[in-house]
């Protein structure tokens, strides 16, 4: 459950020692200094998903600091990434420092002094773990700290993407506590990203790599599933491997690549037919726009996916019954194209 703290009903005067003190207390103990000449407003939003506490935290001008005193305080050992939401800030630790603008992201370590300073109103999603969970070998971490990662290319942009979804269903009403999935996909692709952007892969075990790259090829054909000559040929060479090895990665997964995409497609396409902003929009025209093209086959392979034609299915969805629930409607309620980041 996202635990949601405001302190917007307190006092203008009592607002920042409020927002400093549950910080403080929902990470690891830290000092923090406002440089807001008004009063400070900010809220915290957080949940435990899996093994990472997820938190996205908003404030104004402030610098927080983890001092070597806090430390001795409490210690217990984790990692932190911090990824830009809204406004910039300056992250220093190990005598580097990563500056941070909307998407980028760093990675800072407990354990050690560090310094995070936002120079006005600021939005920024904070994911905390045990540092054993990454899986890197310890003697890389000390290079990895308070490095920039972009989240416009590379493995970094999917770490971003991911992250950005994860931030927007904090508000939402499902639960994610119980997704070690989501969990363990997050760590993955962060260890793909720390060595790309050092040059190191070869730090990351190759379980890490392959995990990572699974959800790098699904985001890959979720981007383009509306591209009618998507295809396992286009999916490998775009990733630089053969069909052969993107084959076994998909037999891994207990499905085909192929498979994989006809799902995805079928999945967005149900979820259109479901939408009444798509109501005079013809059935023919949102299958071509998720690249299925022949109108009688993607209807055929609708009603075998789902026990129901599209049109049935619309008819369902505008006006909701008993007879529709049991036939597709429930368990539309549940398709993973609903939740994106629990498909991977």
Request: glycine residues 6%; proline residues 5%.
């Amino acid at each position: 459950m996202t635990s949601i703290y405001s302190f917007n009903d307190l006092p203008a005067q009592e607002q920042f020692d409020a927002w400093r003190e549950t910080v403080s207390n929902a990470f690891v103990p830290l000092d923090a200094k406002s440089h807001t000449p008004t009063a400070f407003t900010g809220n915290l939003l957080s949940e435990a998903i899996g093994s990472l506490q997820v938190s996205e935290v908003t404030g104004g001008a402030v610098e927080v600091r983890r001092t070597p005193e806090a430390i001795r305080r409490s210690d217990p050992g984790y990692l932190k990434l911090g990824m830009q939401i809204r406004g910039y800030c300056v992250l220093s630790q190990d005598d580097r420092e990563a500056a941070l603008t909307p998407g980028d992201f760093s990675i800072y370590d407990t354990r050690r002094p560090y310094q995070v300073s936002f120079e006005r109103d600021f939005a920024q999603l904070v994911v905390m773990f045990p540092r054993e969970l990454i899986h890197l070998r310890p003697d890389a971490m000390k290079d990895m700290t308070a490095r920039r990662v972009s989240g416009r290319r590379g493995v970094g942009g999917l770490v971003s993407q991911f992250l950005v979804g994860i931030a927007e269903q904090l508000r939402g009403v499902e639960e994610l506590a119980a997704n070690q999935q989501l969990s363990n996909g997050v760590l993955n692709l962060l260890a793909a990203a720390l060595s790309e952007q050092l040059g190191c892969e070869s730090n990351v075990p190759p379980e890490t790599h392959r995990a990572a790259l699974v959800l790098q090829i699904k985001s890959f054909i979720d981007a383009r599933l509306y591209d009618s000559e998507l295809s396992s040929a286009m999916i490998a060479r775009a990733h630089n491997i053969s069909a052969r090895y993107l084959q076994k990665i998909f037999e891994g997964e207990g499905t085909t690549a192929t498979e994989w995409i006809r799902r995805r497609r079928l999945e967005h396409c149900r979820r259109d037919l479901a939408d009444p902003r798509n109501s005079s929009t013809p059935i023919a025209t949102i299958a071509a726009q998720w690249g299925l093209l022949d109108s009688s086959y993607s209807s055929k392979l609708f009603k075998t996916t789902y026990g129901i034609s599209p049109r049935e299915y619309r008819a369902q969805a505008a006006h909701p019954g008993a007879e529709g629930e049991q036939a597709g409607g429930q368990n539309c309620a549940s398709s993973p194209a609903d939740r994106p980041l629990r498909a991977y």
